[in-house]
């Protein structure tokens, strides 16, 4: 029976931690970031890991640039 305790505890970490991303990414749509939910835990994962957020930040806006590069340099040679 102290097994199942321990189990009972987790799910309430579990679920407050889902609430606080549901939150986050309510936040993200609101400020128009366009990330999806696995990549904004993702770059939560990170924060919490020590990466400093304005240098993620500057690191994802960088990428899109790429991307879109990327992306029009293939539909010129399409």
Request: some cysteine; hydrophobic content about 40%.
């Amino acid at each position: 029976m102290a097994n199942s305790g321990g189990a009972g505890a987790a799910a309430p970490g579990r679920r407050r931690r889902r609430e606080t991303m549901d939150v986050l990414l309510e936040i993200s749509r609101i400020l128009n970031t366009g990330l999806d939910m696995e990549t904004l835990s993702i770059c939560v994962r990170l924060c919490e890991q020590g990466i400093n957020p304005e240098a993620l930040s500057s690191v994802v806006k960088e990428l899109r640039k790429a991307t879109e590069a990327l992306k029009a340099a293939e539909n010129m040679t399409s």
